[in-house]
């Protein structure tokens, strides 16, 4: 897998879906009379049902290794859609395998979408979990930049810009084309900057806008706050209904700062930010704020107070604190001065007991990785789950989501196109899993 995909490994994330319960069509007939089931014990639950695919849980109670049997149909007609083993890995569960997902052969109505039910191994239903997502939402991320370079050159980068010489921009026809997945993807997960700095596109803003009002709360983006930019900027955002936007801030003392954020200014900084905050006072949908900070030794003793000022004053919907990647192009110099060692990192953690738990996140830097090869097989992947990496220019390329981070070469790469030439977005994804 490449270094960019092991970055996403690390980074993912988002806001959690918010799921909308779903009830059940009533069902005229009354359910057939079971012969009396005499196999072990089992339990499960429906998680979603979309007209596309139905997924969630199975298991057998006393969790043996075998596996139970499932049937999904239609209840009014008997139409029998598929059937399996409960035997996959499942979204939040790590190696565990325990769920399943079915991806319907032909799409159904939304009537009939109400109609399905997945059977045990006695042929009784599964009960729905307490909310079950109606989307078809296979597209766990779209980790997509409008342009190609940054602003600033901090030290500290993953993306080395020794040879980035000038800036190219995602055209309007290659976001429209991008945009059509916008439904298939996760809430919150529809990112307009990944590696690069958004604010750099002339046409950033107009970006935002063309997105349609409905699917705004997909769009994610991460901003540096470096570039001066006019209060219709901070006006827009405050009401645009995106979903949350990452500020990054290592510190609120100026020379530090700019040290950090190579090529910024923290004047202007500043200036951008209260616009920001002075907007959101007054805007009808402002997206949720995280500030992300890239932890130090300079700054690892202002972080504790730095944290509390963004929860308290500065709006933080979620503080996060991150280690560095330690990419070859980083100064050995800054690297020897500036990386935490295990006892700065147990400092840190200390300090911050008495912040909101819920507000804080620490990214610790990841243990090395044990046996990796042979825990991690050619199906360890999320069944009907993708990640999609699309650069300004329109590339397109699709990755499985792992279950667990996979350190393969390449294995999980399932297409790789132009944006643009993809016809049918729903079609396109269903072939996927053919």
Request: glycine content about 6%; charged content about 25%.
């Amino acid at each position: 897998m490449s270094f960019y995909q092991r970055i996403l490994r690390r980074l993912r994330g988002g806001p959690v879906p918010m799921a909308v319960a779903v009830p059940l069509a009533s069902v005229p007939a009354p359910e057939p009379v079971l012969p009396a089931y005499t196999g072990p014990a089992y339990e499960g639950f429906v998680e979603e049902r979309s007209t596309h695919h139905v997924s969630g849980w199975l298991r057998y109670a006393d969790d043996t290794n075998s596996k139970p049997t499932f049937s999904v149909e239609l209840a009014d007609s008997g139409e029998v859609l598929a059937a399996g083993v409960g035997n996959q890995f499942r979204l939040g569960e790590g190696r565990e395998r325990r769920g399943y997902f079915v991806q319907f052969t032909r799409p159904l109505s939304d009537n009939e979408r109400g109609y399905v039910v997945v059977r045990g191994p006695d042929g009784a239903p599964l009960p729905d979990a307490p909310y079950v997502r109606p989307e078809y939402q296979p597209v766990m991320l779209v980790a997509m930049d409008i342009v190609d370079n940054c602003n600033l050159r901090c030290p500290f980068c993953l993306y080395d810009y020794g040879n980035t010489h000038a800036t190219n921009m995602m055209t309007p026809e290659t976001l429209a084309a991008a945009i059509r997945f916008a439904p298939y993807t996760m809430d919150g997960n529809f990112w307009l900057s990944c590696l690069h700095e958004p604010s750099l596109h002339p046409r950033f803003t107009e970006f935002m806008e063309s997105v349609p009002r409905e699917l705004r709360h997909k769009l994610f983006f991460t901003t540096n706050l470096a570039k001066r930019m006019k209060q219709e900027y901070f006006d827009f955002l405050a009401s645009s209904g995106v979903g949350h936007l990452n500020i990054s801030i290592e510190s609120r003392d100026p020379a530090l700062y700019e040290r950090m954020r190579k090529g910024a200014r923290f004047r202007i900084f500043s200036e951008n930010w209260d616009k920001l905050i002075d907007a959101y006072k007054l805007g009808t949908a402002p997206p949720r704020l995280r500030y992300i900070i890239m932890v130090y030794k300079s700054n690892l003793a202002e972080i504790p107070e730095l944290a509390r000022y963004l929860i308290e004053e500065r709006l933080a919907d979620e503080v996060q604190l991150r280690f560095t990647f330690d990419v070859p192009y980083i100064p050995r110099e800054f690297r020897e001065t500036e990386f935490l060692d295990d006892a700065d990192w147990v400092i840190l953690q200390n300090s911050l007991k008495f912040l909101p738990a819920d507000k804080i996140v620490l990214v610790l830097p990841p243990q090395p990785d044990v046996g990796t090869a042979e825990i991690a097989g050619a199906d360890d992947f999320l069944p009907g789950r993708y990640e999609f990496k699309l650069s300004w220019d329109g590339r397109l390329i699709v990755n499985r989501y792992w279950s667990v981070p996979y350190d393969g070469a390449n294995e999980d790469r399932v297409a790789d196109v132009n944006v643009a030439d993809i016809e049918d977005p729903l079609a396109f994804l269903q072939s996927l899993s053919a």
